[in-house]
Nanobody, 119 residues
């Protein structure tokens, strides 16, 4: 399976911003053919999708982050990004990237990157 490495997390105050990155670990062929997604898991909660970008560049978001999060991809770098603005304490979670429609099927789950929103 393909693996990715997430980075860019940290501690930020409410209202702040962070940009997460998700880069392929090792060589990967056909990255542009993967629909990609960012997921998050807060303590005691199920993992949830927070952003998806298709191979065509179409994006979608749940209402909880719409207007605040932006997903993008750079196929030349085999990397997906998540720009997070106006962060709220409820955005605190470990963030992961994976296949946008079949998470865990073609791409192994990585370590994730911790995002903590707190004053």
């Amino acid at each position: 399976q393909v693996q990715f490495v997430e980075s860019g997390g940290g501690l930020v105050q409410p209202g702040g911003s962070l940009r997460l990155s998700c880069a392929a670990s090792g060589s990967i062929s056909g990255f542009s053919r993967y629909h990609m997604g960012w997921y998050r898991q807060a303590p005691g909660k199920q993992r949830e999708l927070v952003a998806r970008i298709t191979t065509y560049g179409s994006t979608s978001y749940p209402e909880s982050v719409k207007g605040r999060f932006t997903i993008s991809r750079d196929n030349t770098k085999n990397t997906v990004y998540l720009q997070m603005n106006s962060l709220k304490p409820e955005d605190t979670a470990v963030y992961y990237c994976n296949d946008g429609f079949s998470p865990g099927t073609f791409i192994s789950w990585g370590q994730g990157t911790q995002v903590t929103v707190s004053s």
